[in-house]
């Protein structure tokens, strides 16, 4: 069955948009030396085209980026932004399309959550106020897009890009001169244009979104604050103090466990940002183990 052209004039939409959130992204990736994943072939995935990261109940995510600590071609890094990007024509669905988004990242923000991975969403074209809200209300930091922006985009190339759907909407016809006018184009020549024009228009949403992603990337620890019950609070500035604290044969003599008491180790790691995970373990090995996971931080 052939392809509408109705169908193809989104699908190149949706893929200039895509050329556009990649060249954001690269920027951030280069600027903090970190790798982008996204779809298509890298040697870490074997034969696997997709994006994928595995909650901690063993479900498989698809996903469209994923800022990696770490990561190269050979080997997957510490994930630190998670970010989905969609362009609709029209609001319908808009809800459920937040909802996919939420049930894509959410749960691998919680199964990376000693990381406190920047969760995103670029969104292009006509979407609800209250979608919008629903994702933010979420954690989401969102980047839209709005229609109109993308139509102008595509003007500063020479094509009317609108559309509408209906007995008296866009024909066939008009697609057809949409669809032709853009692949007459030299390959990068309209993309090129079309994402300068939409830096452009968005330039303040779009610096908005890239400081939120820094600053999520640039989030460093400025205290470990340790309680053992039954015990006392120890501030410590760093997290290699804190594990040397908890390792000192010294200060563990005093809190040893009796026959009827157990020590518990109680951890509060506080950011730059204002961000904090607190977490209790039953064991000192426990405690060093979490600790562990942020001596890169």
């Known amino acids: 069955m052939a392809q509408s052209l109705a169908h193809r004039w989104g699908q190149i939409i949706g893929e200039t948009f895509e050329a556009f959130v990649r060249g954001v992204l690269e920027d951030v990736a280069k600027r903090h030396n970190l790798f982008l994943d996204m779809k298509g072939p890298r040697r870490a995935r074997g034969r696997q085209l997709r994006v994928n990261w595995r909650d901690v109940f063993g479900?498989?995510?698809?996903?469209?980026?994923?800022?990696?600590?770490?990561?190269?071609e050979d080997s997957l890094g510490i994930?630190?932004?998670?970010?989905?990007?969609?362009?609709?024509?029209?609001?319908?669905?808009?809800k459920n399309k937040a909802q996919e988004i939420e049930a894509a990242v959410l749960p691998l923000a919680q199964t990376f959550a000693r990381h406190q991975p920047f969760c995103g969403a670029v969104i292009a074209g006509e979407f609800t106020v209250?979608?919008?809200?629903?994702?933010k209300s979420k954690g989401f930091a969102v980047l839209h897009i709005p229609y109109d922006s993308i139509l102008e985009a595509f003007r500063a190339i020479g094509i009317d890009a609108a559309s509408e759907d209906g007995v008296a909407g866009t024909s066939e016809e008009?697609?057809?001169?949409?669809?032709?006018?853009?692949?007459?184009?030299?390959?990068e020549k309209g993309r090129t244009r079309f994402i300068r024009k939409l830096n452009v228009l968005c330039?303040?949403?779009?610096?908005?979104?890239?400081?939120?992603?820094?600053?999520?990337?640039?989030?460093r620890i400025v205290s470990v604050r340790l309680t053992v019950l039954r015990g006392h609070a120890v501030e410590c500035s760093t997290v290699s103090a804190a594990i040397a604290y908890l390792l000192d044969d010294a200060g563990a003599g005093d809190r040893r466990k009796t026959s009827e008491k157990r020590e518990i180790f109680e951890i509060q790691v506080r950011f730059n940002n204002d961000a904090r995970i607190d977490a209790s373990f039953p064991s000192r090995q426990e405690a060093v183990s979490f600790l562990r996971g942020f001596e890169d931080l």
């Open 203 to 219: 330039k303040n949403e779009i610096g908005e979104f890239v400081d939120l992603l820094d600053a999520a990337i640039t989030r």
């Open 59 to 72: 479900n498989d995510h698809s996903l469209d980026y994923v800022l990696e600590r770490g990561g190269s």
């Open 174 to 187: 008009e697609f057809r001169l949409k669809v032709e006018r853009w692949e007459s184009m030299p390959p």
């Open 130 to 135: 209250n979608a919008l809200r629903q994702l």
């Open 79 to 94: 994930p630190v932004a998670f970010i989905e990007s969609v362009w609709r024509r029209y609001t319908k669905h808009s």
